[in-house]
């Protein structure tokens, strides 16, 4: 496979380590009253779509960026590229 | 009808005129008290047993496409128990005797032959954890034998013992391993359960449950409505797309594994022999081809195919200890779908809705667990209580921390 | 020896160069430009092999790469390949092959056998027997199975060639070089596109090299070759002659294979035998052209009988018949041009036999409406069975028999992403379906286009359709545009041994069989019967097999459905796969700045994970390693000793969030650590087990360096790099990972201060540097380094650390230093004593199922911070009183081991699954204490000091009673760490 990195341009994907569906940015907060409930569900939960799914692939052996990568399961076809820490802002992580 | 050599030769003699098909292809009954979903080894496994073993009647074996089409008949064929930790040894074990009568229960020769499977070692840490998991197997009621270098040299003179980047430092045996015709097991539990009343009804889709006031009653398929009164899921691959139609998310990735055959051989391998320092297993089929795999894509995936990193990784494994392999030619090259799950141990439990029932997330593993998964699964799905084997395997442990994570690597699926 | 059914003239062979080679001891002569089987045929060898089941006798089926029958094994000794087709096997002078599959020779095979019990061996019999007594299925029926069975044999000798990988971009990618790959290409190449151009064959042309129509004023041959030498002097264009493309992966990317040196005896210096191509595009045009098919009959395996095409391809591009009187039997247009170009090179030609009742007529030899029913020839074709349309029979008398069955296109690479081709009734053949792979399209045979014309059309609109080309300057030659007149005709009535699958002996029989038991899905067919399973996965043998599974079922072809298309396109050797990654090579050795020196010190080198380490040193007259390692140990303790430890995961971490981000990935507290100190610091996986565990030491008020195991040294940097642009991405702070930046070193023992601070610029003492100080310092007078005051041993010790660069003179310097003090050099085992004598944890501890409560430091996880893993942490299952807990394993009977990896059970009761109480998981013999001693995990373990215990490793026949104690052996109070 390759992967459109959005800084490096196309990669082969063997460059790339990875890691699971990009709903793992969504850390839920340690301080919420159910967050042993939360914890369970971000860690162990999966949607596992067939089709389309957002995951996360690190650039291990490149520049080190985490990258969010939108890819169909069926297909493999990939439609989008986008850095992990632009789509963790997005979603409202910070600090 | 009975298989035997008798009956072949008399067949021979009289033209084959008499053979008759192995399970019949009824159509749906609208209600049966048991409907397992899944046309794969643990699913014809389940309705076997529910049939034979616990005496149960009126159960449909509901299949998308042909019996025997998933990883029941795309899998590496091996079967083995050795494994380390308390929720799996005594089940994998369990499997293993299963095995050892499976054929003449079944009546059907899926030529379980226990050929032996040497894990190679090649650190001290490595011998060590093999030494625990080995001793743990033999405490549970396995067999296990540590060999050292030498006997290894002895035994597979074309392991590559003398130029190796990681030498071989022993490996751990466990001779009642060894390999089955994968297909002839769905074949067989197929005949025997149909042989027992079973309906196995193939080109029948699920398309949903049928769930009111917290209770399954049945399935929407491609064929209708199916009424029943316990349903039990067991389609390992496909478990995240059939359980999302009861709006389940599940403890559980796809990822999709490569396997590897090569053109056939004379005999060249006696067992099964898995590299310890790279990705990389194999084992002989009694056709000659040398069947092999390795490591998983990594990545989620449907897709039943992979790509060549993957492909090249197993092969560099493969050249690494048997350096002959080069002139073997690989002949075909497939993908099938893992349930990955979060502890890369498998569940074999009650959902929180009312008679449906859950078989899945057998990673890898699942082909040597046929039996001991049909068993275990029948007993749930008629007794409500799991089976002492298979205590363990339950959907809360990961709420509770109770995770069977054999190799360590976390709630991160592909790295198990 | 001579060639005598060779043609006098014509072909593409060299006839001025005449290679020698022997097959199974005999020697005969062939040409250069010829395979094997066609040398074979030349001099008049029709029997080539044996069918895998029933042994029977086979000769050449085709001339390409999908040949079932004539496989041999080619060359000998280590280089011995076994299965090579002998019909793309290119002849080379010495050429060295065997028949195989036999038992005795090829000619009086014992197992042929089979062939007499062949009605006892029908499909999946071995499913319904062999069950009794149990015991005789391992014993006796599966050995004597696997001996039977199998092709060729492997020499069990290392592979002694070199395998090369290679990585090629191109903007359109080519499979075929016939006249639609050629057209394609001469049109792509002279728009000045990058283009690569790859055939199978070692002579580029395709069927142009195997028919004798005329492209224009040329002939297909010279026309191919022509362009071919155009193409070739175009710097745009790679031609890639030997090289097979064999799978079609994600986003354009090709596998192909080149055969580099398989046509020499030996591949030449420095010269790879294959290398492996990664080929990049984003356009492929697919023009792998078709296969012909054969049609089933009675009887219709025996040597001679091969496809019509194949007859063809011999006598055109090789100048050989395979006999000189020859029938044909087709069902198609394209059979009668064998017989007619056989007939113009002088062969006799027995008959054409063709199923359609209107067929054309020749002046020059008979053509007979009807069926061969039947053959006859043990060894060889001698006569052919023909029933003819009006009932009556005759017989042929022919020494081969070329089949004409239709042609089916090679649509393999179109369906490698799992689509499905479609049924064409008009070719009676399945073609490419709209599924392609992305940026695929299809051209020529391959699309459907049987015509020569029509390739070259379709060739270049491919290649005008990828570029987007101005379509105005074709200039395609006139050539043979015929349409395909055929008539679907799979198998004649009533036969029964009649082959479809030649390789794995399936015949028409087997699938009505079958059928009969219910086997009726397509893959039940293959599976059951394993038709298509052979070495060329159903190319000639599947469309056969699917027609009656339809007929039977009372279905279309198009419903019954193929299976599945798996890469690789034709067999590929393992070797090419590997690489050059084997042996050394297998994965990179990754030194440390001293290994020089370490080497030179004759040091023992052991692998961890890609690093090389010192295990130990031996010095003269030290027989066994526990000796060295012992030495080491001892000498450490009793004055100084220096480890190389810089294989250490180490990570830089800077900004003003530095320690805010430590927080996090640590469970234990940071924001409070003073600059200049150290701390030590468990990680947690976000699922609440130890992960790993290191130093954090802080440098400055926003630069920590962090230390990881060295096996964790990946995993943790891309975990931390996770945590900081995943979940803290507004963190002011940076990561890098400084491992290979930095050589650094232990120094421990009561002298190491005095070592040191011969070597560093600054003060020593314990009140300047304390326990766990850290500083950035220079050494001998000015290099940078840093200094940490920490130890993994339990004795005074400090690591330091210089730029890589300077790692092997740092090493040299302080053995320098050391001297006085007699400072002893001590490898990784001596590391572990003393860790286990310390109790401190490593990975085997450290296995990715412990928790901190297990390695009893449940109560480092602080709960006032949110940190990685501490709400997981407090699932009740890692929260259990009767947990394991880690502790300290010594033998009450001081000789007697305590091996790691044995299970600890209590002194009385049964040794069994149900009463484990836990397990050691490092040990070593301890020289201080001058017995062994081991850490474990055992429930409720830091309660139980003090208790005997049973440590048992039936495995290996050991069973000691051993005593459980502190985890620290040496030194608890850490007197020696703050001396």
Request: proline share 4%; charged share 20%.
């Amino acid at each position: 496979m390759i992967i459109h990195h959005p800084l490096l341009g196309p990669r082969d994907a063997a460059e790339f380590t990875y890691m699971g569906d990009a709903k793992l940015i969504d850390r839920p907060d340690w301080q919420s009253e159910t967050a042993a409930q939360e914890f369970y569900e971000y860690g162990y939960l999966r949607d596992n779509p067939a089709g389309w799914h957002k995951e996360l692939w690190f650039h291990e052996a490149g520049d080190r960026s985490w990258l969010v990568v939108t890819r169909n399961t069926l297909t493999h076809e990939i439609s989008n590229v986008e850095l992990a820490r632009d789509v963790a802002r997005a979603r409202g992580r910070s600090k | 009808m009975r298989y035997s050599g008798f009956k072949v030769i008399k067949e021979a003699l009289t033209g084959h005129k008499g053979w008759t098909p192995a399970w019949r292809d009824p159509e749906p009954q609208a209600q049966y008290d048991y409907i397992i979903i899944g046309g794969g080894g643990h699913g014809l496994a389940a309705a076997y047993y529910l049939a034979k073993e616990f005496n149960q009647k009126r159960i449909a074996v509901l299949e998308k496409g042909w019996i025997g089409g998933g990883n029941v008949g795309r899998n590496t064929t091996i079967i083995r128990s050795n494994y380390l930790l308390d929720g799996n040894e005594p089940f994998y074990e369990f499997s293993l005797k299963l095995w050892e009568g499976l054929e003449q229960d079944l009546n059907y020769n899926a030529m379980v032959s226990q050929r032996g499977i040497l894990n190679l070692i090649h650190s001290d840490a490595q011998r060590d954890a093999f030494i625990r998991r080995g001793n743990a197997m033999i405490l549970n009621g396995a067999d296990a034998e540590m060999l050292s270098t030498e006997q290894i040299k002895e035994r597979y003179p074309f392991l590559n013992t003398l130029d190796a980047r990681f030498p071989i430092k022993g490996g751990l045996a466990q001779h009642r391993g060894g390999t089955v015709r994968h297909d002839a097991v769905a074949w067989g539990y197929a005949r025997g359960a149909d042989t027992r009343g079973v309906d196995i009804i193939q080109n029948c889709e699920v398309t949903g449950f049928r769930i009111e006031n917290g209770k399954c009653l049945g399935v929407e398929t491609s064929r209708g409505f199916i009424g029943a009164n316990k349903v039990g899921c067991a389609v390992a691959g496909s478990s995240g797309r059939l359980m999302a139609k009861a709006d389940m998310r599940l403890p559980i990735e796809s990822h999709v594994l490569q396997a590897f055959v090569s053109e056939g051989l004379k005999p060249v391998l006696p067992g099964v022999i898995t590299f310890g320092a790279g990705h990389f297993y194999v084992s002989q089929s009694d056709k000659g081809g040398l069947v092999f795999g390795g490591d998983l894509d990594g990545y989620n995936s449907y897709a039943q195919r992979g790509n060549l990193p993957t492909v090249e990784d197993v092969c560099e494994g493969g050249m690494a200890i048997f350096p002959a392999l080069g002139r073997a030619r690989l002949l075909r090259m497939w993908g099938g779908i893992m349930d990955m799950s979060m502890d890369g141990s498998p569940i074999i439990d009650r959902t929180h809705i009312d008679g449906l029932y859950f078989n899945g997330g057998w990673c890898y593993g699942g082909f040597k667990a046929t039996p001991a998964s049909g068993f275990c699964f029948a007993h749930l799905l008629a007794r409500d209580t799991p089976h002492p084997t298979a205590t363990a395997y339950r959907f809360d442990r990961f709420e509770k921390g109770l995770m069977i994570d054999e190799k360590g690597m976390g709630n991160q699926p592909n790295l198990h | 020896m001579t060639q005598r059914n060779r043609f006098s003239t014509g072909g593409q062979i060299d006839r001025s160069t005449t290679h020698q080679f022997v097959f199974d001891g005999k020697r005969y002569h062939g040409h250069a430009g010829d395979t094997l089987a066609s040398a074979l045929l030349a001099n008049g060898v029709r029997l080539m092999g044996r069918s895998f089941k029933y042994h029977r006798p086979r000769g050449v089926l085709t001339a390409g790469s999908e040949e079932p029958n004539a496989l041999v094994e080619l060359r000998d000794g280590d280089r011995q390949e076994p299965n090579t087709r002998a019909t793309t096997a290119e002849l080379y002078d010495g050429l060295f092959a065997k028949s195989q599959n036999r038992l005795g020779s090829l000619r009086f095979d014992l197992l042929a056998i089979n062939d007499r019990l062949s009605n006892f061996l029908t499909a999946g019999f071995y499913y319904k027997t062999f069950m009794w007594p149990a015991a005789f299925w391992e014993k006796l029926y599966e050995p004597v199975i696997r001996h039977a069975a199998g092709l060729g044999s492997l020499s069990l000798q290392d592979d002694p060639d070199v395998y090369d990988k290679g990585f090629l971009h191109c903007d359109v990618l080519i499979i075929g070089a016939g006249p639609a790959g050629l057209s394609a290409a001469l049109t792509v190449g002279r728009a000045g596109a990058d283009v690569i151009l790859a055939d199978e064959d070692f002579r580029m042309g395709g069927r142009l090299n195997s028919e004798t129509f005329a492209l224009g004023d040329d002939s297909g041959a010279d026309w191919a070759a022509a362009a071919v030498a155009e193409l070739e002097s175009l710097p745009n264009v790679r031609v890639m002659a030997r090289t097979t493309v064999i799978g079609a992966f994600d986003h354009g990317i090709y596998g192909a294979v080149e055969r580099v040196s398989d046509h020499v005896h030996t591949p030449a210096e420095g010269k790879p035998r294959q290398i492996l191509w990664r080929i990049y595009t984003q356009r492929t045009i697919l023009a792998g052209g078709a296969t012909e098919r054969p049609i089933a009959f009675e009887n219709n395996d025996r040597p001679g009988i091969m496809l019509a095409s194949a007859m063809r391809s011999y006598a055109n591009r090789f100048a050989v018949t395979p006999d000189q009187r020859v029938a044909i039997f087709t069902n198609n247009d394209d059979g009668h041009r064998t017989a007619a170009d056989l007939h113009a090179k002088g062969v006799k030609i027995a008959a054409v036999v063709d199923v359609r009742p209107d067929i054309p007529r020749s002046h020059d030899y008979e053509v007979l409406h009807g069926e061969v029913i039947d053959t006859k020839g043990r060894l060889g074709l001698t006569f052919a069975e023909v029933r003819l349309g009006d009932g009556s029979t005759r017989t042929l008398e022919c020494g081969a028999l070329g089949l004409s069955g239709g042609w089916n296109p090679n649509v393999h690479m179109t369906c490698h992403q799992r689509g499905r081709p479609t049924w064409n009734d008009t070719l009676a053949a399945f073609v490419p379906g709209p599924d392609l792979p992305a940026g695929m399209c299809v051209a020529g045979a391959a699309n459907g286009t049987l015509s020569t014309a029509g390739a070259l059309r379709e060739g270049h609109a491919a290649a005008v359709s990828v570029l987007d080309l101005d379509t105005s300057d074709v200039d395609l030659p006139q050539a043979e545009d015929t349409p395909v007149a055929i008539k679907p005709f799979w198998y004649v009535e009533g036969c029964a041994r009649a082959w479809l699958d030649q390789q794995n002996d399936v015949t028409v029989k087997d699938v009505k069989l079958s059928h009969q038991e219910g086997f009726r899905s397509v893959e039940h067919l293959k599976r059951y019967t394993t038709l298509g399973m052979a070495t060329d996965q159903g190319k000639t043998s599947n469309m056969g097999g699917l027609a009656i599974m339809a007929e039977l079922a009372g279905k279309s072809i198009p419903e019954v459905g193929t299976t599945i298309f798996r890469p690789p396109y034709t067999p590929t050797a393992i070797g090419a796969f590997g690489g050059r990654h084997r042996g050394q090579d297998f994965h990179p050795k990754r030194l440390t700045p001293s290994h020089q020196w370490a080497t030179e010190q004759g040091a023992v080198f052991v692998e961890v994970g890609n690093w090389m380490r010192a295990q130990w040193f031996p010095r003269d007259g030290e027989t066994t390693w526990r000796q060295s390692v012992d030495r080491e140990v001892l000498a450490t303790r009793k004055s100084v000793g220096v480890c190389d430890v810089t294989t250490l995961g180490k990570v830089d971490v800077q900004g003003t969030d530095a320690a805010d981000f430590l927080n996090k990935i640590y469970c234990n507290g940071f924001a409070k650590l003073a600059v200049g100190k150290t701390r030590y610091g468990l990680m947690l996986r976000e699922d609440g087990i130890a992960m790993d565990d290191g130093t954090a030491a802080r440098l400055a008020e926003d630069h920590f360096v962090v230390t990881t195991t060295t096996a964790n040294a990946l995993p943790v940097y891309r975990h931390m790099e996770f945590v900081r642009q995943c979940l803290f991405p507004d963190m002011d702070v940076q990561l890098i990972s400084t491992t290979e930046a930095w050589a650094q070193y232990a120094v421990a023992g009561p002298n190491s201060r005095s070592v040191l601070e011969k070597i560093v610029d600054q003060d020593m003492s314990n009140d300047a540097f304390p326990f766990m100080a850290c500083a950035n310092i220079t050494v001998c007078g000015g290099l940078r380094a840093r200094l940490f005051r920490i130890s993994f041993s339990g004795e005074l010790a400090y690591e330091i650390a210089v730029p890589t660069a300077y790692g092997d003179a740092l090493m040299r310097k302080i053995m320098e230093a050391g001297a006085e003090f007699e400072i002893t050099p001590y490898g990784t085992e001596a590391l572990g004593v003393m860790r286990i004598e310390k109790g401190h944890a490593a990975g085997n501890e450290l296995n990715g199922t412990t928790s901190a409560q297990n390695l009893g430091m449940g109560r480092m996880v602080s709960k006032k911070k949110d940190s990685i893993g501490s709400i997981l942490s407090e699932r009740e299952g890692l929260n259990r009183d009767d947990d394991l807990r880690q502790v300290g394993i010594k033998p009450v009977d001081p000789e007697a081991p305590v091996p790691a990896g044995a299970h600890l059970m209590a002194m009385d009761g049964p040794i069994d699954a149900a009463h484990d109480q836990g397990y050691a998981t490092s040990a070593c013999f301890s020289p201080n204490l001058g017995h062994a001693i081991a850490l474990g995990f055992l429930k409720n373990g830091s309660e139980r000091t003090g208790e005997r215990m049973r440590l048992v490793s039936p495995l290996t026949q050991v069973e000691t009673e051993v005593e459980i104690v502190s985890a620290h052996f040496i030194d608890p109070e850490g007197d020696r760490l703050r001396a």
